[in-house]
């Protein structure tokens, strides 16, 4: 079956500007998780949402970061005045439910110019 | 201090070696461990799952002691296919899995 699916793969943006991200869940999982990844690091948590709800936003930097899921499967993570330090592959997993497997899609590498 | 600490390497090895990856984690009350493998550019995957009990999947060994906070990986004759970044990962009640930093392999004809 599919996976989880990401898009856009690649995004380039200037320094202000404001950005989408999405992310397509695994049909069924009930469970989506948003990490950051930094070149040489391991992902970080960011956002994740059992259901339409976000369990735990503890991961979010600054309020320029924000992520909705209004319909229990697709989520958008969305950045607002974009600064050149957000520049990382934003990855997106989901699970039947919390403490299951995660599975991860293949993310969204993000450069900010 | 990280909550899940790994050696970053780079580890080079010939083709058929034995090679071990060691990870320390902080938070004793952690629930649940594993061994994720990231290629270049590429996603996470679950590698397996680590027991107290230890547990083995084919080349794969990988060993839990909760006493000393301590995970481990061993992989037996290498193969040039197994190059990657490997994963310790925690999970905590909460739903959100904590990575190291990841420990970079190659392995080499």
């Known amino acids: 079956g599919a996976g989880v699916s990401q898009t856009p793969s690649n995004k380039v943006t200037e320094k202000g500007k404001y950005v989408e991200l999405r992310c397509d869940p695994i049909s069924g999982h009930t469970a989506l998780y948003w990490y950051r990844q930094s070149l040489g690091q391991g992902p970080e948590f960011l956002i994740y949402f059992q259901g339409t709800g976000a369990a735990d936003d503890s991961g979010l930097p600054n309020d320029r970061f924000f992520a909705v899921r209004p319909e229990g499967s697709v989520s958008t993570l969305k950045i607002q005045r974009t600064e050149r330090g957000d520049s990382a592959v934003y990855l997106c997993?989901?699970?039947?439910?919390?403490?299951?497997?995660?599975?991860f899609g293949p993310g969204t590498r993000l450069l900010v110019l | 201090r990280k909550e899940v600490e790994q050696d970053p390497g780079p580890f080079n090895v010939p083709e058929g070696a034995t090679v071990a990856f060691n990870c320390t984690y902080s938070?004793?009350?952690?629930?649940?461990f594993f061994w994720y493998r990231q290629d270049c550019r590429k996603e996470p995957k679950l590698l397996m799952s680590v027991y107290s009990s230890g547990n083995e999947d084919g080349r794969f060994t990988a060993q839990l002691n909760r006493a000393s906070q301590y995970i481990s990986l061993l992989i037996r004759d290498s193969k040039l296919s197994d190059s990657a970044t490997y994963l310790c990962?925690?999970?905590?009640?909460?739903?959100?899995?904590?990575f190291g930093q990841g420990t970079e392999l190659s392995v080499k004809p």
């Open positions: 938070n004793s009350a952690s629930q649940s």
């Open positions: 997993a989901s699970s039947w439910t919390s403490g299951e497997t995660q599975y």
């Open positions: 990962v925690v999970y905590n009640q909460g739903g959100k899995l904590i």
